[in-house]
């Protein structure tokens, strides 16, 4: 036994029991110390693990700081209604068993739903309900975000795939609500402030269409705020005398009747801020682009269209008790703006053109249509968001018909659900729905019921060309489900490509590889291949296959592609050029678990429809030629 350790103990005791609980608190908490390294502490000395599990510390600062850095929204929970102080230990406790059994979740998700191409609700909440029995929902779209940020995404993609499905399902749940409560609360306006109205919706849509972004709206308000208070500061600089400063000032931001000259010396200042020194514009490059639709991308890109960026000029003003409302004009939104002279002084301002003013003569010459006084009627908020959403249905309805991107289908889906919720007169997006439903072969259940309601009606009106058409989308509905049900994997091995490869030189390919287009340029990713081209006549002659050195008779490629379509591409056409730059596509996590800084790595569930490519892709990876040949 080694006494001079007894001694050099006895000599320097151990100071920790001895330092203060916020001195320890400190050192605990440095930078760099997770609460596992905690747990790791407390393990190896009985008091160290008594000091930090005392009741005091499960409230106090030390755990609170730790949930915080691990979680950071757990900072957002609510104190317990009986007063009691908040139990941070528990809470991190609690949301760490949320994060496990959601991962546990995700990695089901492949092998369930790897063949079909879309999620149905009724999937999504069966999988969930186990874990909404156990875990708050907030912490549920939390764990299932973390997934979505992530600094790793190179590393996770097919659970960064289906956990936007999952946090997709889950706000939507959470938003129908208030959009089905919404046009009931514009019928009295005095449940909340017009601007906040206009606001809140427009956080709302945001939040409803980019379920993949965390989006709060305090960050959004801030940004409005801050151009608001901007307009006021330039307005105490330049026009001191201006009646909006006083009643800001006094807070009273009800609307109130400013002379014409009053509203036009705001207008220059508002102009000023938004158009001059904030930069805002319309995008004429990208005009139907969705991005220029939501708020928050407006205020972070400065780029919007007529009807974003008057609802920005509205918001800002609206606060400043200006009577603006938004004017539904044919082709083009505008906002009309009333001073206290009456109609006849109306002004019409076009804030696509940087809040130019507009008379009846530039209104007429706007429109190919004469111009009638209901063109001239001021909308509400509900029409100026059931506006926004036809924009996005007819962008997104193009974007499906030109690359046949089922991402686009899914963002279909999105409108039809939320135009449905919005309700109007002379449309009807359920039915538009049920084909977007049936091209995503989804919600065969939500299908045969708007069938059934659809059958009823024409029962009710007697017989006509619908009901034939009812029947044949019933029936279509069966056999999908059955089919859905009955998938069969083909499974697609090396020697399907060996009689091209001894012949030609093919079959060189493989999914993962990141691959350029020698004729279009473009850089894909390989997800599938088939031995000869198996599409129709028609395409092959369309498409030109025939004039390639060896036309249909040669691999063929599945390819996701940069632009965020799909294609079909001969392996003619596709040059392998391995990448440290990952292919920006929606559905590459559905096929691929990683990108390894060349090529993509397919996961399970691709490994077992291609199950030798792994290797190919290996010895690519390793081989100092272009590519191997097989």
Not at 316 to 333: E, K, Q, S, T
Not at 379 to 399: E, H, K, Q, S
Not at 470 to 492: L, P, Y
Request: with cysteine; charged share 20%.
């Amino acid at each position: 036994m080694d006494l001079s350790v007894e001694v050099e103990a006895d000599l320097y005791p151990d100071p920790w029991p001895h330092l203060p609980a916020e001195l320890r608190e400190s050192i605990l908490t440095q930078p760099g110390l997770t609460w596992q390294d905690l747990v790791h502490l407390s393990q190896t000395c009985r008091s160290q693990r008594q000091w930090m599990f005392h009741p005091a510390r499960q409230t106090g600062l030390l755990w609170q700081i730790h949930a915080g850095r691990a979680y950071p929204l757990l900072l957002n929970t609510s104190s317990p209604s009986s007063g009691e102080p908040i139990n941070w230990l528990a809470r991190l406790q609690i949301r760490h068993r949320c994060q496990i059994r959601t991962l546990n979740t995700l990695q089901s998700f492949s092998g369930r739903f790897f063949h079909r191409l879309d999620l149905s609700n009724d999937e999504i909440d069966e999988a969930l309900q186990s874990l909404e029995d156990d875990f708050d929902i907030h912490d549920l779209v939390d764990a299932f975000e973390t997934f979505l940020t992530r600094p790793d995404q190179r590393s996770h993609l097919t659970s960064h795939y289906y956990a936007q499905k999952v946090v997709q399902r889950i706000k939507h749940r959470l938003d129908t609500p208030y959009w089905q409560a919404f046009p009931d609360q514009l019928e009295n306006q005095e449940v909340c402030h017009e601007a906040q109205i206009y606001l809140q919706a427009a956080v709302r849509l945001c939040q409803w269409f980019r379920t993949e972004t965390r989006i709060t709206f305090t960050p959004i308000q801030n940004k409005v705020d801050g151009i608001r208070s901007r307009v006021i500061e330039v307005l105490e600089l330049t026009q001191p005398d201006h009646p909006v400063l006083e009643r800001y000032r006094q807070h009273q931001t009800q609307t109130h009747p400013y002379a014409l000259s009053d509203l036009k010396r705001l207008i220059l200042v508002v102009n000023q801020v938004l158009f001059e020194e904030e930069q805002f514009q319309g995008n004429d490059q990208a005009y139907y682009q969705p991005e220029n639709s939501f708020l928050h991308e407006l205020l972070e890109r400065k780029l919007g269209i007529p009807i974003s960026l008057c609802l920005l000029y509205m918001i800002v003003v609206l606060d400043l008790g200006v009577d603006v409302a938004p004017l539904n004009f044919p082709r083009h939104f505008l906002i009309r703006i009333q001073p206290s002279e009456g109609a006849e002084a109306t002004l019409y301002l076009d804030a696509f053109a940087k809040g130019r003013l507009l008379g009846i003569s530039d209104l007429r010459r706007m429109t190919t249509f004469p111009l009638q006084s209901d063109m001239l009627s001021p909308v509400g908020p509900l029409d100026l968001f059931r506006r926004m959403t036809r924009n996005l249905t007819a962008f997104y309805t193009g974007a499906s018909e030109n690359s046949g991107s089922l991402e686009s289908y899914s963002d279909l889906r999105s409108c039809f659900e939320l135009m449905i919720l919005l309700g109007g007169e002379n449309e009807i997006p359920e039915f538009a729905l049920i084909k977007t439903y049936l091209q995503l072969n989804i919600n065969h259940r939500q299908i045969r019921q708007e069938l059934d309601r659809y059958q009823r009606i024409m029962e009710r009106n007697g017989p006509g060309p619908m009901g034939a058409v009812i029947q044949t989308m019933k029936r279509i509905v069966q056999e999908e489900a059955i089919t859905t049900d009955a998938t069969k994997v083909e499974v697609k091995t090396r020697s399907l490509l060996r009689d091209a490869s001894d012949q030609f030189g093919y079959g060189r390919l493989c999914v993962g590889l990141i691959c350029q287009h020698k004729m279009y340029d473009y850089k894909c990713v390989v997800y599938g291949w088939d031995p000869t081209c198996v599409a129709s006549r028609s395409w092959i002659l369309q498409m030109g296959v025939n004039k390639l050195p060896h036309g249909a008779d040669q691999p063929f490629c599945n390819v996701l592609v940069e632009d965020g379509s799909i294609r079909y591409a001969a392996e003619d056409n596709l040059e392998p050029v391995p990448s440290d730059s990952m292919i920006a596509h929606p559905l590459a996590g559905k096929y691929f678990s990683s990108h390894n800084g060349r090529v993509y790595i397919p996961n399970q569930e691709l490994q077992k429809v291609y199950p030798e490519d792994l290797d190919v892709l290996n010895a690519f990876l390793f081989s100092p030629l272009p590519y191997v040949k097989q």
